[in-house]
T-cell receptor, first 114, second 109 residues
Framework: ETGVTQTPRHLVMGMTNKKSLKCEQH?????MYWYKQSAKKPLELMFV???????ENNSVPSRFSPECPNSSHLFLHLHTLQPEDSALYLC?????????????FGQGTRLTVV | GQNIDQPTEMTATEGAIVQINCTYQ??????LFWYQQHAGEAPTFLSY??LDGLEEKGRFSSFLSRSKGYSYLLLKELQMKDSASYLC??????????WGAGTKLIIKP
C-alpha cells in the first residue's frame, strides 16, 4: 500500500480508442505528477499539477490530456494513441514540488497500444 | 543538456556489498534522490542527499560529492529481496526531477 492508487493496472487499447487513466492519493499532498516509463529509459515527466493547477507540461503530444479536478485525483485522458505510446504510466504525489519532498508513486498502468 | 548516468546492470552475491554509481550534469542542483523499483511495482524512496557526505540508513548508504557531480548508493549484507532496479534522480535549479535510466541489480545466491 503506497498511498497512491492507480487504475487500471493494465490497459490494451486500439489506436482509435479513447480511454482514461485514474490516480488517487490519500496522503494530503499538494503536487501530483504523470510520468511515462519505457524499458531501459529514464522516467519522463509528462505533467505536474500543484494545488490543482498545471505547472509543467513537457511538450507532451495533445493526444495525452490531463485533468486534475481536486488535489486528491488526477486523470490522464488518452485518444488516438500510437504504438510507441505503449509504456508504464506512473502517477506520483509529493507534499510540494521543492526541496527534500520525496515523491510517492502508484503501481502504474501498463498500457499497450495495438 | 541535462544528463544522469548510471550503469545499466550489475550483479552481486548474497551477503556481499555493492556500490551503484551515479554521475550527473544538470542545470543547478537542489538535491539527489535514490529510489528502488522492483519489477512490476512502484518506485519507492530510499534516500535524499543535498549536502556532501554520506547518509546512512540501515543496510543502505548514499554518498554525494557536488563538486564532482557524483553520488553512489551502497548496499551492505545483500539479500535476495534487494534484486531490483535502483533509480538516481537530481532536482535541478527549476526543482524539476531529472531521472537516470536505472541500474538493474541482480543478486545471486
Amino acid at each position: 500500500e503506497t498511498g497512491v492508487t492507480q487504475t487500471p493496472r493494465h490497459l490494451v487499447m486500439g489506436m482509435t480508442n479513447k480511454k482514461s487513466l485514474k490516480c488517487e492519493q490519500h496522503l494530503g499532498h499538494n503536487a501530483m505528477y504523470w510520468y511515462k516509463q519505457s524499458a531501459k529509459k529514464p522516467l519522463e515527466l509528462m505533467f505536474v499539477y500543484s494545488l490543482e493547477e498545471r505547472v509543467e507540461n513537457n511538450s507532451v503530444p495533445s493526444r495525452f490530456s490531463p485533468e486534475c479536478p481536486n488535489s486528491s485525483h488526477l486523470f490522464l485522458h488518452l485518444h488516438t494513441l500510437q504504438p510507441e505510446d505503449s509504456a508504464l504510466y506512473l502517477c506520483a504525489s509529493s507534499q510540494d514540488g521543492t526541496g527534500s519532498a520525496e515523491a510517492f508513486f502508484g503501481q502504474g498502468t501498463r498500457l499497450t497500444v495495438v | 543538456g541535462q544528463n544522469i548516468d548510471q550503469p545499466t546492470e550489475m550483479t552481486a552475491t548474497e551477503g556481499a556489498i555493492v556500490q551503484i554509481n551515479c554521475t550527473y550534469q544538470t542545470s543547478g542542483f537542489n538535491g539527489l534522490f535514490w529510489y528502488q523499483q522492483h519489477a512490476g511495482e512502484a518506485p519507492t524512496f530510499l534516500s535524499y542527499n543535498v549536502l556532501d557526505g554520506l547518509e546512512e540508513k540501515g543496510r543502505f548508504s548514499s554518498f554525494l560529492s557536488r563538486s564532482k557531480g557524483y553520488s553512489y548508493l551502497l548496499l551492505k549484507e545483500l539479500q535476495m529481496k534487494d534484486s531490483a532496479s535502483y533509480l538516481c534522480a537530481v532536482r535541478d535549479s527549476n526543482y524539476q526531477l531529472i531521472w537516470g535510466a536505472g541500474t538493474k541489480l541482480i543478486i545471486k545466491p
